[in-house]
């Protein structure tokens, strides 16, 4: 069956430190992959999403995404966190019509 | 574009009453899906349209639940006699389906259930 993994349930980085969340897919096809944030009180933002292609995707934000087939990963990442990225992140794999979310990483950013 | 909107965006209600959510998609979209998130996970789908047509149920969508979305563009989603599992968030979300594949949702900012 299809999943998606998310590794940490909880990070703590310092404002202006990089950034890194794991996530890991199972699925058999190739795959469509997003990264969704949520922050307390609001809806799921739309960050970034791999269809094809470019291996690396940008999104916003400053936020990148590498697919790793090999791997089967599909991990966020960040040069420099502020603080306001304090939040909720998910990843997600497109199945036919559906998505399927990861159980999420919260993000704490320590001024 | 004004994005995915949700009414209500709280309810709280007893245990045994009915209540109905509300979700205005994008306007040229002509996917709509529906999800639960409950506190600490991710969102978990529930069903999904295409126009008016509902094209898949989750075996989590007890009978119980109802969803409609009579012309193909604002939807309702039903719970009859609400039971305190169901307290949650209740997420809409909206795509421009294509001919295969995944598209983008977009998601609105949901409705969070309390039942009591």
């Known amino acids: 069956a299809q999943s998606v993994t998310q590794p940490d349930i909880h990070i703590t980085v310092s404002e202006g430190a990089s950034l890194e969340l794991r996530c890991n897919y199972s699925?058999?096809?190739?795959?469509?992959l997003f990264w969704y944030v949520q922050s307390p009180g609001q809806g799921l933002q739309l960050l970034l999403k791999?269809?094809?292609?470019?291996?690396l995707v940008q999104g916003i934000k400053g936020f990148e995404a590498e697919f790793k087939r090999s791997q089967s990963s599909f991990n966020l990442r960040k040069p420099s966190v502020h603080w306001s990225d304090a939040a909720e992140y998910f990843c997600?794999?497109?199945?036919?019509?559906?998505?399927?979310f990861g159980p999420g990483t919260s993000l704490s950013v320590i001024p | 574009d004004t994005g995915v909107s949700q009414d209500p965006r709280h309810k709280i209600t007893k245990r045994g009453q009915n209540v109905t959510f509300r979700c205005d998609p994008i306007?040229?979209?002509?996917?709509l899906y529906w999800y639960r998130q409950t506190l600490g996970q991710g969102p978990e789908f529930l069903t999904y349209?295409?126009?008016?047509?509902?094209?898949?149920k989750s075996r989590l969508l007890s009978d119980r639940f109802s969803a409609e979305r009579p012309k193909g563009s604002f939807s309702t989603l039903e719970i009859q006699r609400t039971e305190q599992g169901d307290s949650a968030m209740y997420l809409c979300?909206?795509?421009?389906?294509?001919?295969?594949?995944?598209?983008?949702?977009?998601f609105g900012p949901g409705t969070r259930l309390t039942v009591l």
């Open positions: 979300a909206s795509s421009f389906g294509g001919v295969e594949g995944t598209d983008t949702q977009y």
């Open positions: 699925y058999g096809a190739t795959p469509y």
């Open positions: 791999y269809f094809s292609g470019d291996t």
């Open positions: 997600a794999v497109g199945v036919s019509d559906k998505v399927i």
């Open positions: 306007s040229e979209h002509n996917r």
């Open positions: 349209f295409q126009n008016e047509a509902q094209l898949e």
